[in-house]
């Protein structure tokens, strides 16, 4: 195959890149120096070798510096280990740390649960998150899981699940479950704010 | 001047409707039967003699069947008079009403309060709400002011502006003021959220 | 029913407002003044007094010194009668208009005729079509005939269908057909241009 | 840096694509298998020793059994090279072919001129094209430039600019120069056409 179609091909493959844009992305690299080309190469290649995933939390980190397998997050002794956020995918934790309001620790799913899933072990890491847990609440100290899932049918059937799985051991071991709150968010007009918001928005009132 | 164009003219005044639009919607007029209309013709010539505006919580109700200038929702035995809901406008309290979350009492300020705004009794019903607050705790065991505006630096104004207005009498009844909560709204994703809207959601977990 | 929701209905029969669009529409209309609204009101009871239909071209216009039903279009004796552009409405002809470049007469068929319409006489003016074609070659002189119709299938069809309609009589009488051009239309990017468009463009190079 | 955020800053370096799809790239490039990543990296690095650029008409094509530096459409002795199609780019190039409406040679600029441009040598191949339209009239019977740039100002003055550099030897030697037409683009309505559309359409009526 033609080298621009092969690797407007490869872009194509990308997540939000459609093959028009692909094509425009080689035709820029085309006109872009070797070197931008060369340390793009190389660092794709090296992807891999360069990042971990962290048996603890399980989001990926530099290996740099590494000397085992768990994050600076998740071995960082100030961070409060009583709590922890559990999220769908890393972007999420990304974007969670950047409102600083919570300085606990972190799990990541993977995914989230559709209704009707038959083999939710598949779609997320249930096995890892009961087996932490467990492991944070005898070594950690672990006393509060809070879902931080999307606001739909889908992040509320994961969080139902995972309190389920996890339901006995926290009945034993006096570990709490709580969801991210309800309400407006910053932003919402009332006038076009759907009945759910609302309600919530005044259950929850402050 | 033109009658098309005179019509297009009165329509463009309308909010939302561009002069483009305002023509086509001339156009079809033309092309819609007498009947039509007339009876929007006669709607419109009446419309102010059909609505009052309540001297309670100034919402617009109709005025068939009524006998003095208080609105059915004022005037209605079985709502909570213990709180009292501060809205913005018509369609926010028409809005909340579909939520069925809430059957209290209302309050429309009929606007919201810009910062820097020098004379804020100009723009919200200031003053009405002062004499509506105080007769209400008095006559009809007023407890509570929720304050459901725009979660935006404008509402927040807005309400902090009110908040001081009636803070004194407010100390001295008992009287307490609460917004609607903040956190995430349905369908939010965390991805896509704003700090502001994390750090509520997180603090207002359940 | 309620006047708010009644004139909210009204509203919402009118095209591209919405039920939303139309109550936020009731609620600016109450708190306009009242000159305002009996404005409004005599301007829509008074609409189809005021403007005619021209019997000529089947455009709307003022009636206002009007001595019979012909439009000041059809009647300007400085327009060039030789030609007649053919339109689908009367916001296409003002637009049309607004271009400058044409000073011929004009004929608006109220509508386009859709693939394997059974009764195009019901979509279209077609009768009338003809017999001012017939009409304006005898008295005025008409040589060509353009359709400026919209650039999608539906237009091309509508045009088809007139010149058969009239073909018989322009070929006795010499009266040409044309469409407007295609080609790259202002702002047009070769890269998003459709295939049928560049053709078109390569083709009428100029 | 972290590996995640260098290649994300690389992915953020290449047109229409933001820091945060960056991001969710390089999320999705960690869970890819080890395939793709090496074959991306590979056909990145390979990607100018694979590519040339065409000695003639500038656009760039698989270096795969090229014997010189002249690209198969180029040294195409079926096509016709008594015409020249100048476009802005290589995906213009590409959407051009599509259409298969045109048979003739090629010339990509590299790009379009602004408006007092001072130096304009420096942001189109002006030089280049100069050489080529003298090699192509001497040695292939070229006839025609068709300018097939977009239908903005910037392509017009573009066009402006090579008609005059090129002026005397097409005078000279009886180069023809041309654009292509201007005219409703396919799906064009006549209600939103802007005033230059029209008057083009009307003129270049067919």
């Keep these: 195959m033609n080298p621009i179609d092969k690797l407007t091909n490869l872009f194509s493959r990308l997540p939000g890149i459609g093959p028009r844009q692909a094509k ?39 290996s740099h510096g590494a000397q085992n397998f768990i994050c600076p997050l ?21 974007n969670f740390r950047k409102s600083s309001v919570y300085d606990g620790k972190y799990f990541v799913l993977g995914g989230t649960l559709p209704f009707l899933e038959k083999n939710p072990e598949k779609r997320i890491r249930s096995e890892a998150f009961l087996k932490e847990v467990e492991r944070r609440v005898q070594e950690e100290g672990l006393q509060e899981i809070i879902f931080a899932l999307s606001a739909n049918p889908e992040g509320e059937n994961t969080a139902d699940y995972l309190q389920k799985l996890a339901g006995d051991f926290a009945n034993a071991n006096g570990l709490k479950f709580s969801m991210l709150g309800r309400g407006l968010s910053t932003g919402t007009e009332i006038e076009y704010s759907d009945a759910e918001t609302l309600a919530n928005a005044f259950h929850n009132r402050t």
């Design 74 to 94: 998740c071995s960082d002794e100030n961070a409060d280990s009583r709590m922890m956020l559990v999220l769908e995918k890393d972007v999420d934790l990304d």
């Design 24 to 62: 425009r992305l080689v035709y820029f690299l085309l006109k872009s120096d070797n070197g931008f080309l060369l340390e793009f190469s190389e660092n794709l290649r090296k992807l891999k070798e360069n990042v971990l995933q962290c048996r603890s939390c399980y989001r990926f980190f530099s």
